[in-house]
């Protein structure tokens, strides 16, 4: 495997690379991660290539948010990388990707309103940059994302529908622990009681979801089913939104159906976690 920290050394590796599967993370990798990277493998199949990309953005950061202390464990990365099938990585430095007077930024103005871009306001700008200037650098032909930040996912792909970025992206399903915590970089920040009390996020959404196959459609019913298994099981979390939303336009929704999305965002002490379900999976 390849390892690239420059855009001058990332270009000519480029040339020769072919049909390019893409995997962009900010690092600190876990088996979710490495999922992607065998996804992104089984994609690309022996003929083409697989690459990944580590870096911490300082643009998706609010002021009060934890980029100086987001974990940096880049030999760890590389080693998951390549036993997960990457042929490169590219982990350059923010000097690298981002010029010093730089002026210029993406910014997404409807699906970035709700969700966690309602309380991390400039947060999916900085992501839509970042991913932008990723395709430009690397020119993939596939690209593939966690379910996880759904919300990303939906943006992404707007990004590329609007700006026509040939890049077909790929959502790949999000890889728990064997309790049902979505794995996350941040569930290191949990302390032992509210990491026991953390599954309770995929409990309350799958109790969500049962209702609704059983007839419960109202949004304010699953909501409240939702609030209740929490405050019962998760008291050391708080609850940052917990929302009915369309599976591609992220928009609130009255009354569930098979295309709609229950996602919610819980504050414990030093980590603020996010999960998700699909009701028509």
């Not at 980029?67 to 923010?94: H, I």
């Not at 700006?163 to 890889?175: C, M, R």
Request: glycine share 6%; hydrophobic share 45%.
């Amino acid at each position: 495997m390849t390892l690239i920290e420059t855009v001058q050394d990332l270009r000519a590796w480029r040339k020769s690379a072919g049909h390019l599967v893409f995997v962009p993370t900010m690092g600190a990798l876990h088996e979710g991660h490495a999922t992607l990277v065998r996804e992104a493998r089984q994609l690309a199949g022996p003929q083409s290539k697989v690459a990944a990309s580590i870096f911490v953005n300082p643009l998706q950061f609010g002021p009060n948010e934890d980029f100086d202390r987001y974990p940096r464990t880049l030999e760890k990365d590389l080693s998951m990388c390549a036993e997960a099938g990457a042929d490169m990585v590219f982990a350059p430095s923010v000097q690298e990707v981002y010029h010093a007077n730089r002026s210029i930024q993406i910014r997404e103005s409807r699906l970035s309103n709700v969700l966690c871009g309602a309380s991390r306001p400039g947060h999916f700008d900085g992501v839509c940059t970042v991913v932008a200037k990723l395709f430009n650098l690397l020119q993939p032909d596939e690209a593939v994302f966690g379910k996880k930040d759904y919300q990303q996912l939906a943006i992404i792909r707007r990004l590329v529908r609007d700006l026509d970025i040939p890049v077909i992206v790929h959502g790949i399903e999000t890889v728990r622990e064997s309790d049902g915590l979505a794995m996350s970089s941040r569930n290191r920040y949990l302390s032992a009681a509210e990491r026991a009390q953390a599954p309770a996020l995929r409990l309350a959404l799958t109790q969500a979801r049962a209702a609704w196959l059983s007839g419960v459609t109202g949004s304010q019913k699953l909501i409240e089913l939702i609030r209740n298994v929490l405050a019962n099981e998760a008291s050391l979390g708080r609850p940052d939104y917990i929302s009915l939303v369309d599976q591609e336009t992220l928009q609130p929704q009255q009354i569930a159906h098979e295309h709609s999305l229950i996602a919610l965002a819980v504050f414990f002490d030093q980590a603020r976690l996010i999960d998700n379900i699909e009701l028509s999976h």
